[in-house]
């Protein structure tokens, strides 16, 4: 199996929970990771390099997936747009910037870990989750986890996921601080924010966000 591995810090706590999933040699063996940036693991995705990977909403909604997903039920912290800015999109994202867009929000996109250091360093930005909220009162969903096959084993993982409250080992926090720059704590307090459920309220935020994204290309 070749995963797509998005290595932002809104996904530390499932690699955690991967890495304790694949711990038999067996599994070991069969797991394989592609890494690059939301956008990047779309296109590996579509052209079948990766089997499995949390893809952009904007990019998933016709493949099989299971009910995990990167959710914001409010603010995320990590999906902003910079105001006072020229318009410009995130080449990294694909949902964050279709967002912005139905949003009506101009400025320049800032997505992942840049855009979470971006944010702790005091400069002002707008939270594009919390401003969908506002808006439409349902939660934001980033990404879902598709799959090609083996259905049963993503059931199975969602499964598992879903019962484990995730503790990050403090040497894989500060592996991660050091890799982004955020302190432990900020990186520990960022990760409130964060859903993986795709419970009922979150998957009708996203068919809000498929039929608005609709709406928008019929009248363009």
Known sequence: ??????????????HVFMKRFTKSSQEKMSMHYKRGVPSNINKKFLTRDVDAAFISSIKAKKFSHVDLGIIAKKEVLSVLVIPH???ANDAASASSNVLAKLLGIEGEVLIGDKALKYYLAGNPTIDLAQKWNEKYNL????AVLCFHKDAQRYKQIQKK???QKIKIPQYILSLASK???????DILHYLKFISYDLDTKAKKGLKKFYRLNSLLHTLS
Request: glycine share 6%; proline share 6%.
């Open 139 to 142: 939660p934001f969903v980033f």
């Open 179 to 185: 890799r982004t720059g955020i302190q432990n704590k």
């Open 1 to 14: 199996m070749i995963f797509g591995k998005i290595e932002y810090l809104n996904l530390l706590p499932f």
């Open 161 to 163: 996921f879903s019962k």
């Open 85 to 87: 800015t020229s318009s």
